[in-house]
């Protein structure tokens, strides 16, 4: 059978074969560029531009375009790129992963594409781990990019609205990924598009690719907020709602819905002291006074919820079980704690929320550096739709990666890794010294002070101090311990006279769970062609033997005895069987993200189609009578179908009616006579008539076409965000116990997914509802006046 891998190899061989013959095409146009003025160079900007609008593609001139940005960085930052970091351009230029050794250049690389792409005008980010390393780009990459002529902008945390504008309107925007997310979700909770500060989203490239992509993609971006207006607002509409009597309001049993008749809205005007109880200003209130009036008259207790040590606790429908820490949402359980006069409970409520997963496959072109991406391909691959291409190092690797050794005991094996670290540290040879946990790095500190051997530990979260340290991890006779190799992006370069002694030496305490971070730790040795020397040191109690370790190994120590501190086994065979149990932990993290994603993406489609037509809504600077009015009709639809199509011998006229006056019209400007004998088609255009008439008034009303906007913007913007943050809480509840089912033999992601559609076709029925009822009814000339 032909071997997968090797196909792999060779088509990746081939890639690299492409890239370098682009590559010297780039380095043809050395000596040409090398005698332009620096005008003349400055010059090829904006030439490039202009053969960019005269139909030219970003392809057509990346020769030229990678050859000017290569003779600038000489010029301007005395760094000229090697001939491999002009083959990771292209490769990052093309939407993929460059796979850079540590040393390698990555940041230098990065700025040939990013020229590139700048000269398109549309927006372009560049996105690092931290806002240190993002200030330090900017301002050191920045001075190349300026010179060029073009514009660089800093995205950071402490920006105002203002400020990040400013930032993202630039032609390169440096960011953080997180940044770059929440900016993205508050965009789309804004109500004036003056008020967003993105551009289109277009291109991204991403500095630490597999940090950024992999692992922090398990956690999702979440924007919360308190929810409604406190606990009051639910203790008043309760006590408004028990001094009712029932010609004041309307059950619908079958669809367990209730709203106020003619009379119950007069009395709610009258007591909360409104003109106009369906006005703009009160759609807080009507959601509380709706949420009291299903919580009093539809929910009961001890059927549909039960109240225990002044706990309003939810009863399973199904089993009849009592729900632990399950809540009704939408301010449903507010509503029945203040009936039942327990204490209310506020809660945060989820207004926003996104996958890194999700938000960067919203972009045109997706690309990524890193030092360690290869073990890792088939995500890329699967999720984002990038390959990974290793480029070659511009110098052969010189590191001596030694065997694992393996000890019976964690005693035994920090002591065999104190008495290395003094034998290195006799000769001068500066030394990295990886661990897995905090706690790891503080223990060893503490043996190390012991032989008085001077270290430093670097487990902050001050990234410029990281740096720092970092940096000088490679002077002669440093001892650098650090968790998990914090203070990515900064190279350790080596002082004088440590080639001599071997290079950095890198000794790893024990093997992470990914590989990624072992060769994240061991790449910091040996860069640009420099000795060096990596070795892991293992024992039967590391938490990874615990857990994945293979029966092959303690099979073959069991002939060891425990007692001897001293036994130890160096081979590759052992290096293998870690390296295969890590392989099981990737393919079980691959899979977690994996499900994150799944269930994601039922909230992206739904997510798209919300933040499309709020754009819509937000863009429009006509009028929005193309929106409201198709609501309208769709409500009146909906109404006048679930009152025709039952089985009952003749319509119920009289819902009908009552649903006009609630919703559409005032109590005189119909009755049930108007629609006697119509059928169904018939009441619905008759309707449709009285919604157009209601809307023609409102505009006769308004003598600024910008004013009848700016109301439709308002009615709609309100419906549409209460009811998705509330949606975006119950699909979250549902994502939560959807994972029971599984052991009825249903499969959770199907159910979430039938479900969830079900849920968001109500929810839009809900918008419709709600935001026609504000519109009708409320009074314009007031509504303005206030």
Excluded: C
Excluded at 60 to 84: N, Q, S, W
Excluded at 213 to 239: C, K, N, V, W
Excluded at 254 to 273: P, Q, V
Excluded at 721 to 738: F, P
């Amino acid at each position: 059978m032909p071997n997968p891998l090797r196909r792999w190899v060779e088509s990746d061989s081939r890639e690299l074969k492409r890239l370098g013959q682009k590559a010297d095409q780039i380095d043809a146009l050395k000596d040409e560029m090398e005698n332009l003025t620096d005008e003349e160079l400055q010059a090829k900007t904006p030439e490039l531009k202009e053969r960019l609008k005269n139909g030219e593609t970003l392809d057509d001139i990346l020769v030229e375009a990678f050859a000017v940005a290569r003779e600038g960085a000489k010029r301007v930052l005395g760094l000229f790129p090697f001939r491999v970091q002009l083959m990771g351009g292209i490769v990052l230029h093309g939407g993929n992963i460059a796979e850079m050794k540590t040393g390698e250049g990555k940041t230098l690389t990065a700025t040939l594409p990013v020229y590139l792409n700048a000269l398109a005008g549309k927006a372009l980010l560049l996105i690092t781990v931290n806002e240190y390393l993002a200030e330090r780009d900017s301002t050191e990459m920045g001075e190349l990019y300026n010179w060029l002529g073009l514009t660089v902008g800093l995205n950071i945390t402490e920006k105002s609205p203002d400020e990040k504008r400013e930032a993202y309107a630039a032609d390169i925007t440096y960011s953080t990924n997180s940044e770059i997310g929440f900016d993205y979700l508050r965009d789309n909770m804004v109500v004036y598009k003056e008020d967003m500060v993105q551009r289109p989203l277009n291109f991204a490239l991403v500095d630490e690719v597999d940090s950024v992509l992999i692992d922090e993609a398990r956690t999702p971006l979440i924007i919360s907020g308190q929810s409604e207006a406190g606990t009051h607002m639910y203790e008043q509409a309760d006590q408004f709602v028990k001094t009712l009597s029932q010609n004041d309001y309307k059950i619908d049993w079958e669809s367990k819905s209730i709203t106020l008749t003619e009379d119950g809205i007069r009395r709610a005007e009258k007591y909360f002291h409104q003109k106009n109880l369906y006005d703009v200003e009160n759609a807080s209130l009507n959601h509380h006074l709706d949420q009291a009036l299903r919580a009093n008259y539809i929910m009961q207790s001890d059927k549909d919820y039960v109240v225990q040590e002044g706990e309003v606790l939810i009863v399973d429908q199904f089993t009849g079980r009592v729900m632990e820490g399950r809540r009704f949402s939408d301010g449903l359980h507010q509503a029945i704690e203040a009936k039942e006069h327990v204490e209310i409970q506020e809660e945060n409520k989820t207004m926003a929320n996104i996958t890194y997963q999700n938000l960067f496959r919203m972009y045109h072109k997706l690309a990524g550096m890193t030092g360690t991406a290869k073990t890792e391909q088939e995500e890329f691959r699967e999720i984002y739709n990038m390959e990974v291409i290793t480029i070659p190092t511009n110098r052969p690797i010189q590191r001596d990666d030694r065997p694992d050794v393996l000890y019976p005991t964690l005693e035994s094996k920090f002591a065999a890794v104190v008495k290395e670290i003094k034998e290195l540290h006799s000769k001068g040879q500066p030394m990295l010294i990886g661990t897995v946990a905090v706690e790891t790095s503080e223990y060893l500190s503490r043996l190390l002070d012991r032989e008085n051997i001077p270290h430093v530990v670097l487990n902050a979260k001050n990234h410029a101090r990281e740096a720092e340290i970092v940096m000088n991890a490679g002077q002669r006779g440093a001892v650098t311990i650090a968790t998990n190799m914090a203070g990515r992006g900064t190279d350790i370069k080596l002082g004088p006279g440590v080639k001599e002694v071997g290079g950095l030496a890198v000794i790893g305490t024990e093997r992470h769970e990914s590989r990624r971070i072992d060769n994240q730790l061991r790449g910091r040795a040996g860069r640009q062609g420099d000795p060096g020397m990596s070795q892991f040191y293992l024992s039967l109690e590391d938490d990874l033997m615990i857990r994945f370790g293979s029966e092959r190994i303690k099979n073959l120590l069991s002939r060891m005895r425990v007692d001897d501190e001293d036994a130890v086994i160096r081979s590759r065979m052992i290096t293998r069987q870690v390296e295969s149990a890590q392989k099981r932990v990737e393919g079980n993290n691959y899979d977690s993200r994996k499900n994150v994603l799944q269930y994601d993406d039922v909230m992206r489609a739904q997510r798209e189609v919300m933040y499309a037509e709020r754009q819509r809504v937000i863009m429009e600077d006509k009028d929005l009578k193309n929106v409201i009015m198709p609501m309208a009709y769709r409500t009146i639809d909906r109404v006048v179908d679930a009152q025709t199509q039952t089985s009952k011998k003749k319509f119920d006229l009289e819902t009908i009616v009552e649903f006009a006056r609630n919703v559409l019209v005032r109590e005189d400007d119909i009755i049930k006579s108007d629609l006697a004998g119509m059928n169904a088609d018939q009441i619905k255009k008759y309707l449709y008539g009285l919604a157009d008439k209601v809307y023609k008034e409102k505009e006769e009303q308004l003598y600024e076409p910008e004013q009848i906007l700016e109301f439709e913007k308002v009615v709609i913007l309100r419906v549409v965000d209460q009811h998705w943050t509330d949606h975006i809480d119950t699909m979250d509840q549902l994502r939560q116990s959807v994972g029971l089912r599984g052991y009825g033999q249903l499969n959770p992601l199907v159910e979430y997914q039938q479900e969830g559609y079900r849920m968001f076709n109500e929810m839009i029925s809900d918008i419709e509802y709600e935001a026609t009822r504000l519109f009708m009814k409320s009074e314009i000339r007031q509504n303005l006046e206030r």
